[in-house]
T-cell receptor, first 111, second 112 residues
Framework: GEDVEQSLFLSVREGDSSVINCTYT??????LYWYKQEPGAGLQLLTY?????DMKQDQRLTVLLNKKDKHLSLRIADTQTGDSAIYFC???????????FGQGTELSVKP | ETGVTQSPTHLIKTRGQQVTLRCSSQ?????VSWYQQALGQGPQFIFQ???????GRGNFPPRFSGLQFPNYSSELNVNALELDDSALYLC???????????FGPGTRLLVL
């Protein structure tokens, strides 16, 4: 079946790196996404990776994809207090273009 | 370039009533997808509209219905509201039905 799983909480110190992990089940997904949600707001697209790539870097963000283990991670370098938010991993589905989301990881950045 | 917009931002209804939520897609996008996000959960796919036709539906009952207009804006209608319909309703638009989805700010619906 379709399922995306994430750990619920992560706490880091300002300036440290954060790593948020995700596992997914649909091996036919062509894209995998990371979205950020601040309190009371919609979802902001952070980055995405095509399924035939292993890694993608975008400024402070690094996405790693292990297709064999169906494992996706998002690394945020030099984490700032403004990075505090909920981060969602999502895979696309071949069924009508829907995205399947994980439950979200709440990142707390302490000064 | 204007992003995805949704109206209203907040809404309070009572059980049994009907509600219509609206979404304007980003310029140049022909696809709109709707999601329901309950408190503390990830968004759940309701349905997608591509060029005015429904292009996929999630596990939601028929009282959730939608529409897409020739300018690609969209409506989500929910009939016979239930308490569990209280959630943040998110709309996302994309260039095409399989392309990256960009989300609006959401409409927060409270059913009493």
């Amino acid at each position: 079946g379709e399922d995306v799983e994430q750990s619920l909480f992560l706490s880091v110190r300002e300036g440290d790196s954060s790593v948020i992990n995700c596992t997914y089940t649909d091996s036919s997904s062509t894209y995998l996404y990371w979205y950020k949600q601040e309190p009371g707001a919609g979802l902001q697209l952070l980055t995405y990776i095509f399924s035939n790539m292993d890694m993608k870097q975008d400024q402070r963000l690094t996405v790693l994809l292990n297709k064999k283990d169906k494992h996706l991670s998002l690394r945020i370098a030099d984490t700032q207090t403004g990075d505090s938010a909920i981060y969602f991993c999502a895979e696309n589905s071949n069924q009508g273009g829907k995205l399947i989301f994980g439950q979200g990881t709440e990142l707390s950045v302490k000064p | 370039e204007t992003g995805v917009t949704q109206s209203p931002t907040h809404l309070i209804k009572t059980r049994g009533q009907q509600v219509t939520l609206r979404c304007s897609s980003q310029s140049g996008h022909n696809t709109v997808s709707w999601y329901q996000q309950a408190l503390g959960q990830g968004p759940q796919f309701i349905f997608q509209y591509y060029r005015e036709e429904e292009n996929g539906r999630g596990n939601f009952p028929p009282r959730f219905s939608g529409l897409q207009f020739p300018n690609y804006s969209s409506e989500l209608n929910v009939n016979a509201l239930e308490l569990d319909d209280s959630a943040l309703y998110l709309c996302a638009s994309s260039l095409d039905h399989s392309e990256t989805q960009y989300f609006g700010p959401g409409t927060r619906l409270l059913v009493l």
